[in-house]
């Protein structure tokens, strides 16, 4: 009876040593969301912090629009091979569906599911700004 602690104490720590830690992005989307509610300047400005360092040459002007992501949480995972313009980030590369509600001018203008590439380097978050087509 006595052995059963010791058993799954080490089947817990088996388990949790082979299973990546998960970062926690809450805070990426919160001030994410909070740019978008204070207006486009803020949203790019929050945009040009956190574009990926790999590809700081690939952001664009928003003008009127900003964009809030609403994560679906169960559905983050590590996506170690996800390209960028047939390039590897540098870091530790997750992927999330996201709800996406963009708003042009004070309108909502679009709304849609899709999926949000979050990037840990060097202990920060980092993304890919969204170029609008």
Not at 24 to 44: H, I, K, L, T, W
């Amino acid at each position: 009876m006595r052995a059963w602690p010791l058993l799954l104490a080490a089947l817990c720590l088996t388990g949790c040593a082979s299973t990546p830690q998960q970062p926690d992005f809450r805070g990426y989307f919160a001030d994410n969301n909070a740019a978008a509610a204070a207006g486009p300047a803020a949203q790019q400005e929050f945009f040009n912090r956190t574009q990926h360092p790999d590809f700081t040459a690939n952001t664009c002007e928003l003008g009127d629009l900003t964009v809030r992501l609403d994560p679906a949480w169960s559905t983050l995972r590590p996506d170690p091979g996800f390209t960028a313009d047939g390039v590897v980030p540098h870091g530790q590369i997750w992927v999330i569906g996201v709800e996406v509600t963009t708003r042009t001018g004070g309108s909502t203008t679009g709304h849609q599911i899709g999926s949000q590439h979050l990037v840990v380097l060097d202990g920060r978050t980092f993304g890919f700004a969204p170029c609008p087509q």
